[in-house]
């Protein structure tokens, strides 16, 4: 908290990581610095946060000039909220303890748009008052002004534009090769997570080209192609490999970690969601505490513009029905709803983003689109990193700032079909590129005429998924995501819906619910009674219902609605 009026910081809390301590205290005549997360850089400034790099945030304050500085990671990676009252600042990692320490009350259009969507991204949180620091974001508090500033954004490098495909690749691979060389060398050891797909394999081949000493993991059972893909990756190159296979009793080894998961990820992701990937790292943070996954590796290819088609690269004009449609907003039954909020969402939705991707306005419509999935991210590779502080020192390689500028730089043409990282992998081991991938299909080896036929399967993935994407786009919510039941799932949901009974002031009733003015309670009660029986994508909104219920009552939130 900062009191410009009493002229001193009061307080600054950053909890620290599990057992372990991750927020560090630099004091001097200059004054003192408090950061937490993962810090990259030189040494840790009091004026400002331009050169650092990695997921953290920061709290300076100079005793000369009287004034705090707040910040948070050029991506956005670490959560740092803040809310101001009357003459003070309150800044947090925890949403929950300003919430409840300022009895904030819930914005009834947050939590909307957190049940329909599921996640929250930029600056949006539960409650009203309280803001998440955007990406690269800076508050200076002073006793005369209060400036806010973002001292960082990724600017493409128009020379890289102008490469061919093998001088591109040329680029990506020694950018990459750089970064976790200076990032990660150190490291006495990391565990990275490797599954069947693309992103996941180029980081391990690039960390063990760098010389990183790590060691690879895998979530799942050996019947699913994804878990025997990647055995089969890591026996090729000989990397240590442990799988967390899921036990017959998975849902009573994961329900421990509700409450946990609860207050490590602020209600701002489904509990549930939170929960299973706790289980996995209270298991890795045992014998390490650094782990690396290759979330938003997405970067690398045209994953994002997809829904642009034709015009993709074409234009500087964002299709925004496109891409809420069939990229942020999935189809839902939004018969819980009185009224469906979809589209008051997506107004909200285009309205921040709009403003978000002003500054590339002139950029191409790729260029945006990827400048938006990164700012989206902040509420799904964001949330879960901060969250898995309590057992980890969390990296997500492809959003550390060479990559991220690495990738933007590189011409859309060399990203599509998979084409860049297709070449990457191949230059790194050939061996491991023609290995198939999960779920896409295909081999993970640029395509040539002896190797075509191995694509069918890849090229069919492609075109199921633009059906897909194109009836949900018509169906507006009408068609929601299939999914075959899962015991393990059925019975993992059927705990936590017994758990938020057993957690909840008056249990499952949808009428005592502190958001029942937002739903019809007489369909929340049906879900409530499917979701003890079965096993539905569309029941992961009864997951973020009482993920939201039981933030509330922690931080003791009424709704106004």
Known sequence: MYSPEEGRVCAAAFPPAGDGEDACVLTGPQGWSVATGVLIGPELPQVSLAGLDGHFGVISFQPESDTALVGTDPMGMQSVF???????????????????????KADAHR??????????????????????????????????ATREALYWRPERDTRVDSLGLDEAVDHALDVMLTTVTAYFSSQACTWADLSGGYDSRLLSLALDRAGVRFKSCTRGDLHNAEVRIARRIAELEGWEWTLFSYPENWHDEVRPLFETSLAWSDGHRSVLHVAQRFWKHARTAVTCPSLVGGGAGELLRNFFWQQEFHQAGRSNQVNFANLIDMRLLHPMRTTVFPVDPTPAVRADFEHRLRQWIEPYSSELNTTQLDVIYAYKSTGTYGIEGS???????RHWPFLYQPIVVAALSTNFRHRRGHRLIRHMMQRLDPMAASILTSPWGGPAEPIRISNAYRFLPYYYDVGKRATAKALEKASRGAVTRQRTGNERRRLLRAAFLQWGDATLDGGLDPATMRTASLLDVGMVRELIERGRREDSADLEILDRLITLELALQVADSAVES
């Open 82 to 104: 803040i809310a101001q009252r009357a003459s003070r600042a309150y800044v947090s990692t925890s949403a929950l303890a300003v919430a409840k320490h300022l009895q904030l």
């Open 111 to 144: 939590l909307l748009s957190f049940l329909r969507a599921g996640y929250h991204f930029g600056e949006a949180t539960h409650w009203q008052g309280l803001r998440r620091l955007n990406p690269g974001a800076t508050i200076e508090f002073g006793r005369e």
């Open 387 to 393: 969250a898995e502080r309590r057992f980890h020192f």
